[in-house]
């Protein structure tokens, strides 16, 4: 089971938000890396969960928006499933509307209905400050108290630990793969991305982890596998380890 929760910029102009700021580029970057994560656990049969505020527009990232439509494709709508809940039912300080997206309907049981007050706040949270910038426009930002509301309820995870099970078998969009399949390494070696879906994942700088995953010694990655797997050179660029011998004999 994996259970994820991504930063998401909002922008009303565009939805990848505006690009010449470093914290939004950092931002699409998790969420196109978070993407191909759902997609690899889906493809592992596994079940997943993205949580997300109750307002957010992920739903209308290209990126996203693939892998759930992927998912749809192979299981129809019935492989992804949204749901929204208030985190105040878990025993939250604050109400904090939230939702979900998952591969599997059982994800809908967290959400209790109708938020009801069952105890007195004799202070109330104050998560975010309204205020009027320079072009006299009025604005919001978040405040001191907004990070605390982050961190998750012992109560949800509790929530989410009685429905693990039922989670994890009900999980959909696995294809069902032939009988007969090439290695793994030759479906590798001879997979290209089509250009329309490498654009989807433009900020997502996969050379880094590739670079990262190849010196992990712990994975005992086998030894045909990692000329396939970027490497850094001088310059901190990430190149294959084959161009790199061809140049070197060149």
Not at 87 to 104: D, E, I, L, P
Not at 142 to 148: I, R, V
Not at 214 to 233: A, T
Request: aromatic share 8%; glycine share 8%; net charge positive.
């Amino acid at each position: 089971l994996l259970v994820a929760g991504v930063l998401c910029g909002e922008c009303k102009v565009h939805f990848k938000g505006d690009a010449s700021k470093a914290s939004v580029v950092e931002a699409n970057r998790m969420l196109e890396r978070c993407s191909l994560l759902l997609l690899l656990t889906t493809a592992l049969g596994g079940c997943w969960i993205l949580e997300q505020p109750g307002n957010s527009i992920l739903g209308y990232y290209p990126a996203f928006r693939y892998v759930l439509m992927k998912l749809i494709e192979i299981h129809g709508s019935a492989a992804v499933s949204r749901v929204g809940w208030w985190m105040g039912s878990f025993g939250a300080a604050t109400a904090k509307r939230q939702c979900a997206y998952s591969n599997s309907s059982v994800i809908r049981r967290i959400d209790k209905g109708k938020l009801h007050v069952i105890r007195k706040v004799e202070k109330k949270a104050v998560t975010a400050v309204r205020y009027q910038n320079n072009s006299g426009k009025w604005c919001w930002q978040g405040a001191a108290a907004l990070k605390s509301t982050e961190t998750y309820p012992e109560a949800f995870a509790s929530g989410i630990a009685e429905i693990f099970h039922d989670l994890a078998s009900s999980a959909r969009g696995c294809p069902e793969l032939p009988r007969k399949l090439p290695s793994a390494l030759e479906l590798f070696q001879q997979n290209q991305t089509a250009p329309e879906v490498a654009e989807l994942f433009e900020f997502a700088e996969l050379d880094s982890p590739y670079a990262s995953l190849r010196g992990g010694k712990s994975l005992r990655i086998p030894p045909e596998w990692k000329p396939l797997f970027p490497v850094k050179d001088g310059i901190s660029e990430c190149r294959p380890e084959v161009s790199r011998k061809r140049a070197r004999k060149g």
